[in-house]
């Protein structure tokens, strides 16, 4: 069959997943490719946009195998094969990182961080510091082995010949090609930027959270592998934040600042003035939870004076600096009501005042004799009853990722719906599903979850195209 360009390995989607799956192939010696639909110079995807915070399930990429495995584990969702070929690629995937000549540094708590001496500018959007000086020491180590590049080419459709995938269609300044490979990774990342696919698998009204990420990640991986027969596996789940509904307008993006604090000091309650989660599952399984529901726009978040000052200071150095809400809400109109009494701020809020007063009552008794028997919706961890003065803020849920995607195996070979693996496709980063999700969020760390898969199928399309390693 003609082709207008041809290579061993394909890579589909210029992020951090797609760069560590290209290097590591080229490291092997096999011809690589790497496409993206933007235009850009570092393609148009999440990695750009990130802070840099580099964390497996929580602890050090460097922490036992067993350990990491055992915590991705908890939530249920994961699938065990997958999550233990992360687990044992973890550790030694910080010296990849630093071989090809991306900095890291140790941050609090036993995190790491991606090209720490950058910084986030906060203004309109923000700089792209951490992000594009990650994708610019990748590509240019790529670009150093020999590989090759080609911005503004949209992958349209997976090529099948003789039962494998054999490239795609793509389209690049109007035009349409073929490009055939021996293999085929999607990085496309997942599918927050695509409002029908948040709908159908998120939440009826999941379109009316904000997009905390970027516009690229429509989901063009999911799409053309699920129409080859892939199994696409925790689509229900993203990574995300509580922003606030009002501050700054809708289409001006603005992924600050993260509510996290007041959202475990606090309460969160719906337009009638009533609990309906459980705020210590944590910001994350919150904001999840809010998007299911029928009525994404209309919870409002209250908390004291105690949690308000405890907000004014977000991420401590050597975390790269992002708006706290204390007092950025107060500056950029985020409508944040502060009342004397819970009457009062019931008004002002526009929710049922009677009930607000008894939701308080209930929180507050539990919060004093430490447990919440008997209450209606439960809490968990710690709390302390809330005392006036009081405040309101109107928040929606910032989808930042999804968490679901294509189900790879622990060579990241996506699955059929039958489990076996589709010869000649890989998928690596936020486009795979299988490791993160559940209950209490269930974040295994998007920067980690995409540098260890797009390694993992690195190594294993490298095989695969030479023939070496047979699929399965
Ligand atoms: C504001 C923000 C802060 C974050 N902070 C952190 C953090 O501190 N720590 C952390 O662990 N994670 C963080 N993340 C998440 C992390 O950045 C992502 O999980 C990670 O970068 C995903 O990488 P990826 O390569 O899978 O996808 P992306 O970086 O999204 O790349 C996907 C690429 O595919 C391209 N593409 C899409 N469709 C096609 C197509 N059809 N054809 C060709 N190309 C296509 C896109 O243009 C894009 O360049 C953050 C995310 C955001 C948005």
């Excluded at 959202?263 to 459980?278: A, C, P, S, Y």
């Amino acid at each position: 069959m003609m082709s207008d360009l041809s290579c061993s390995v394909l890579v589909i989607g210029a992020g951090i997943a797609g760069w560590t799956a290209a290097l590591r192939a080229i490291e092997h010696g096999v011809d690589v490719l790497v496409v993206d639909k933007s235009p850009g110079e570092f393609g148009g995807g999440n990695t750009l946009m990130t802070s840099g915070s580099l964390r497996a399930a929580g602890k050090n990429l460097k922490s036992a195998p067993q350990a990491l495995y055992r915590e991705v584990m908890k939530e249920g969702v994961a699938y065990p094969e997958l999550a233990r070929a992360w687990a044992d690629h973890c550790p030694a995937s910080v010296d990849r990182l630093r071989g090809w000549g991306v900095e890291l540094a140790d941050g609090p708590a036993g995190g790491l961080l991606l090209e720490p001496r950058t910084s986030i500018s906060l203004s309109p959007v923000y700089k792209r510091d951490v992000g594009a000086n990650i994708l610019r020491k990748l590509k240019a180590s790529f670009t150093k082995r020999g590989g090759r590049y080609a911005g503004n080419t949209e992958a349209l459709r997976l090529l099948i010949r003789e039962g494998c995938v054999s490239g795609v269609v793509a389209q690049s300044n109007r035009k349409s090609l073929d490009i055939q490979s021996k293999a085929t990774v999607l990085t496309t990342g997942g599918f927050s930027a695509n409002k029908v696919m948040v709908v159908k698998y998120i939440g009826r009204h999941a379109h009316e959270c904000k997009l905390r990420g970027s516009p690229n990640d429509t989901g063009d991986g999911l799409r053309m592998a699920m129409e080859i027969g892939a199994k696409a596996v925790n689509l229900s789940y993203f990574y995300g934040h509580l922003l606030s509904l009002k501050a700054l307008s809708d289409d001006r993006f603005w992924p600050y600042p993260r509510l996290d604090s007041l959202v475990n000091e606090g309460i969160l309650v719906d337009r009638l003035g009533n609990r309906f989660v459980d705020e210590g599952r944590g910001d994350v399984a919150v904001a999840n939870e809010l998007a299911k529901s029928d009525d994404v726009k209309g919870a409002c978040l209250i908390f004291d004076e105690e949690a308000w000052q405890g907000a004014r200071s977000d991420a401590p150095f050597p975390y790269p600096k992002t708006p706290s809400a204390n007092p950025w809400l107060m500056e950029n109109d985020g409508c944040l009501y502060k009342r004397k009494t819970a009457k009062e701020l019931a008004r002002a809020i526009d929710v049922d005042g009677a009930n607000l007063l008894r939701t308080l009552d209930s929180f507050n008794k539990a919060s004093e004799r430490r447990s919440f028997e008997g209450v209606l919706v439960p809490r968990k961890g710690k709390t302390r009853p809330l005392r006036s003065p009081l405040y309101g803020l109107k928040v929606v849920p910032g989808i930042t990722f999804t968490m679901g995607g294509v189900l790879i195996n622990g060579k990241a070979e996506v699955l059929s719906q039958e489990e076996q693996p589709i010869k000649g496709l890989y998928a690596a980063g936020d486009a795979i599903g299988g490791l993160m999700g559940g209950y209490h969020g269930g974040y295994t760390g998007g920067l980690c979850q995409a540098i260890v898969t797009g390694i993992i199928a690195g190594e294993n399309t490298a095989s695969f195209a030479t023939g070496s390693v047979r699929a399965g």
